[in-house]
C-alpha cells in the first residue's frame, strides 16, 4: 500500500510540475506577444502575432507534419525565410480562403512592388499551390512542431478527457494531502498520549 502511495505521489508530483511549466511557457509567450502588439499599435503598424500556435488538420504535410500535429510559429522577418522553410499564411484558395495553411516554400520571386513573394507547395500535395504569398501574408516561420497535440487537446476538452486528465490528478493529490495532514495530526496526538503516560 506504502508503495502504490508513493508512486501515485510521484505521479501526480511529475504531472503538476510538467503542467506548471507548461503553464509557465505559454504565459511567458502571451506576455511577449502582448508586449508585442501594444509596441506595434503604439508604432500603427499591422503586424502578426510573434508567436502563433496551430493543429494540422489536413494530411497535406504528412510525412513531415501529421494530422493532429501541433507547429508553433514565430514572425520572422524576411531574410530569415529560405528556400524549404515551412511557413503559416491565411489561404487565399476559394475553397479555404482565410483558414492558416502551413506549407514549405518551393520558390522566391520578387513581386513588380518589390516585395518578396512565396511560392509554396505541401510535401504530400501534387501540386504547388495556386497563388503566391506576400512576405506580408506570411504569419510566421514553423518554429517547432509537437507530434500528436491535437489528439491530447481533442481528448482534453471532451468531458471524460477533462475527467481524467484535469480533474482526477488533481483529486489524488488533493486526498493525498489530506491524507498526509490527518497522519501528521494522528502522529503529533499519539506523541502527546505518549509524554501523558510518562
Known amino acids: 500500500m506504502k508503495n502504490i502511495k508513493k508512486l501515485l505521489q510521484y505521479l501526480s508530483s511529475i504531472f503538476l510540475y510538467a ?10 509567450m502571451v506576455v511577449i506577444t502582448i ?11 499591422d503586424k502578426a ?50 483558414v492558416p495553411i502551413t ?7 520578387e513581386t513588380e512592388s ?3 513573394a512565396y511560392r509554396t507547395k505541401g510535401d504530400n500535395n501534387n501540386k504547388e499551390d495556386k497563388a503566391l504569398i506576400l512576405q506580408s501574408e506570411v504569419i510566421g516561420k514553423v518554429f517547432f ?4 497535440l491535437g489528439y491530447v487537446r481533442t481528448f482534453v476538452t471532451s468531458k471524460i478527457g477533462f475527467l481524467i486528465s484535469i480533474v482526477l490528478p488533481l483529486s489524488i493529490s488533493f486526498v493525498l494531502e489530506i ?20
Not at 503542467?19 to 511567458?28: G, K, P, S
Not at 506549407?103 to 520571386?109: P, S, Y
Open 19 to 28: 503542467l506548471l511549466m507548461i503553464l509557465v511557457v505559454v504565459v511567458l
Open 35 to 45: 508586449g508585442d502588439r501594444v509596441i506595434a499599435a503604439k508604432n500603427h503598424q
Open 49 to 98: 502575432p510573434l508567436f502563433s500556435a496551430y493543429v494540422i488538420i489536413s494530411p497535406s504535410m504528412v510525412p513531415n507534419i501529421n494530422v493532429y500535429d501541433a507547429v508553433v510559429t514565430v514572425r520572422v522577418p524576411e531574410n530569415k525565410i529560405h528556400m524549404y522553410n515551412i511557413i503559416t499564411f491565411l489561404s487565399k484558395e476559394i475553397e479555404t480562403h482565410g
Open 103 to 109: 506549407h514549405r516554400v518551393v520558390g522566391i520571386l
Open 114 to 116: 518589390g516585395e518578396k
Open 145 to 148: 512542431r509537437i507530434p500528436m
Open 179 to 198: 491524507w498526509r495532514i490527518i497522519n501528521r495530526k494522528k502522529g503529533k496526538v499519539e506523541e502527546e498520549e505518549e509524554l501523558e503516560i510518562i
